[in-house]
């Protein structure tokens, strides 16, 4: 809650719940500035930008904290990291202040081709060496915990030679750094591709969790995709309790970055995670 | 379904073959041993954002194309760039920042016309000017006597024979202007960074605001601008007034 300082197992403390800053609330999100805790930017956004978005960043950073979360970075990808990106990266956590910045476990370019998209990559030895060393060098460019998310995904490649649980915990330990839990991935990928989503959970490093997300998704029967376009639906607020009840307070974040809604809704949406406790059990 | 183990960089190569489209998902899918239509998923979502980067980023521009109908020219037209003009930036606007040079290859076989590349290059000169990361120097709102003047660093004159600045304005305020079909005497647009608002904003250079221009850039005093062009010392204060209230030129404090 605002005001008083909560630690959760990760030793970090949380910056309670907090939402994306997106361009729809820019005019309005500061007169309600008491109602968020914490504010999330996504690198790209800010990246290199000069105008109204540079002063909207440097209103948000002198308003609340500020964490940066980026989907460009291409930590999986067998092409070598972005030596002006790093560095824009860098200048950017440096402006804002940020407490952590993060990225997914993904690869979104290789082979001089960018897909703005997050392409999974393989639970394997090789993919793990490759991506603890890359962490590794992106570590070198702030002096703040570098997160990686665990992204959703629709293909499980064949070979696999781990689970994501172990692949994670692996990378994380190997690597020391942290790891952003996005709870609405966990029920999506369980429900596409058939495990318990508790276990998951159960099975993953959660002194490791500095962040979550929560976020909604589209439903289309045979498979569920990620859209951050929906409220969370209430299976995925059961499994954040769930992970509450095992990880203790944790910096909190709602992702609604399709359809986005009119600042009253995200708020609303907001409190309803915020009204969320620990459980101790399963539903 | 294999079981085929690939190594990352052949794994990856396969999925970029994938989602390029460089092959049919089927046969990707067999060789990585993943579900087919899981596959394509991710070959939709990446041309969805790049459609969405053009139908954003040129929005008027793919409208003229067919965008919004989703034509058969249209969808020609976005199969051919999505395979020659891959993005190759990580932010996702720059990729629609080939499409003009890409129309203007495709006006001799006519997919598009000079309009269509000048209304394009409008459209991008105006992402590029919001984007622009330089800071402008401490300045004021309006014209102040004696004051420093210097030109918005953001600013950028550019010229096409067509009346591309009216039509877009038109365009975007649902007017549904006419086309021009043929080019005509060339127009100066001033593309720039308002500084009050941080927004880009565009319009037709005239005389007046030119001759503003060339003043600050030649570092002219009023006196002799008024020498040189003939004009009373007033107009052409009023001349810098009305460039500084616009936000062409920066009266610094």
Partial sequence: MPGRV??????????????????????TIFAEADRVDFVEILTENFLGEGGRARRVLEQAAATWPIVLHGTALSIGSVSPLDADYLAGLADLIRATGARWFSDHLCFSSAFGVEYHDLLPVPFTAEALDHVVARVKQVQTIANVPFLLENPSYYVQYAGAEMGEAEFL???????????????NNVYVNSRNHGYDPYAFIDALPLDRVLQIHMAGHDDLGDVII?????????????LYAYTLGRTGPVSTLLEWDNAIPSQAVLLAELERIRAVRPVGARP | MTTERTDLEALQRHMHTAVKGL????????????????????????????VAALQTRLGATTALLGAGEETPAWERLLAAYLADCPPSHWALGHAAGAFPGFLAERVEAGDATGFHVALAELEWALYT??????????????????????????????????????????????????VPTAPGDPELVLVFRRPASGNPYFHAATPALLFALKMVHDGLTVADAAAASGQPAEAVQAALADAVQQGLVLALA
């Fill in chain 2, 23 to 50: 092959a049919p998902v089927h046969v990707v899918a067999a060789a990585l041993g993943v579900d087919a239509k899981r596959l394509a998923i991710y070959h939709r979502m990446i041309r969805h954002h790049v």
């Fill in chain 1, 169 to 183: 915990s692996t990378l994380c330990a190997r690597a020391d750094c942290g790891l952003l839990l996005d709870v």
């Fill in chain 1, 226 to 238: 990620d859209t951050h376009g929906a409220a969370c639906v209430d299976p995925v607020l059961d």
């Fill in chain 2, 129 to 178: 000017v919001n984007r622009d990361a330089t800071r402008l120097p401490p300045h004021h709102r309006a014209y102040v006597e004696g004051a420093p003047l210097a030109l918005n660093p953001t600013l950028q004159i550019l010229e096409w024979p067509y009346p591309v600045a009216a039509f877009l304005a038109a365009f975007n305020r649902g007017e549904g202007p006419a």
């Fill in chain 1, 6 to 27: 909560e630690v959760g197992m990760s030793g970090v403390a949380s910056l309670g719940h907090g939402v994306g800053l997106r361009r729809p609330h820019w005019d």
